[in-house]
């Protein structure tokens, strides 16, 4: 029997997307292993989920380190080391180099909430609001150099209530994180995706527009298709 896809998990906080991956695992809707959480932030919730959990975790604070690359050069030595198939961010909060994101060129995502390219960045609820917008949602993208802007996989989507604030949006759209970040993952799983010069292909077929998890994307990774169900 093959091993598992490997990922390692890069969180700096509550680590609830991680525990969404690793609940996923647990119902095999992912089959994959977590073989490791790292942070930046050694108070993170994430890695003592983790811990309990009985996953190694790493912790390396970029205030130990006067130059941002050896920083990362740190980093890109402890995620290595565990030799993973995908690194993950889930909620990771600092902004990687160039060299970083290369080194791990189409093997490294994100999830970002907002329905990106809108709202790159931070405070995506607030400015939801603040631009009137009847939508909001979640995408997963591939990490590349420019922040928030590479290619989206998949996205989850909602609508905005008239009565909505910043932190009733983050509180509804959490859930539909917690749906999409595993179910993309289980997608790398059940087909073949690849980014090739910015653009994602799955199974050789380019993607036209970001798969839509409930309509074209289900729970456990496997595209719905056209009268499927």
């Known amino acids: 029997m093959s091993e598992l896809p490997r990922l390692v998990i890069m969180a700096s906080g509550r680590g609830s997307n991680y525990q969404a991956i690793h609940d996923a695992i647990e119902q095999r809707r992912l089959a994959a292993t977590v ?8 108070g993170a919730g994430a890695l003592q989920l983790a811990a309990e959990q009985g996953i190694d975790t ?10 941002r690359n050896d920083y990362e050069r740190a980093l890109m030595t402890a995620i290595d080391g565990f030799a993973p198939n995908w690194v993950v961010l889930a909620g990771f ?34 400015r939801v609001l603040e631009a009137g917008e009847d939508e909001h949602g979640a995408s ?45 993952l289980a997608l790398f799983l059940n087909h073949r995706v690849e980014l090739r010069d910015e653009e994602i292909c799955i199974d050789d077929q380019t993607l036209a527009a970001p798969l839509r ?8 990774g496997r595209l719905v298709r056209p009268g499927d169900g």
């Open 213 to 220: 998890l409930g309509r074209d994307l289900d729970d456990d």
């Open 58 to 67: 790493v912790c390396i604070e970029p205030r130990h380190f006067s130059e």
């Open 93 to 126: 909060m600092r902004v990687l180099g160039s060299d970083f994101v290369r080194h791990y060129g189409g093997r490294m995502v994100n999830i970002h909430p907002s329905l990106l390219p809108r709202h790159r960045g931070l405070h995506t609820h607030r």
């Open 140 to 184: 997963v993208h591939f990490v590349t150099p420019a922040l928030d802007a590479g290619p989206v996989i998949a996205q989850a989507r909602m609508p905005v209530a008239r009565d909505d604030t910043a932190d009733t949006l983050a509180d509804r759209l959490l859930p539909l994180e917690h749906r999409l970040y595993p179910a993309t």
């Open 35 to 42: 073989c490791a959480v790292i942070s930046d932030r050694a």
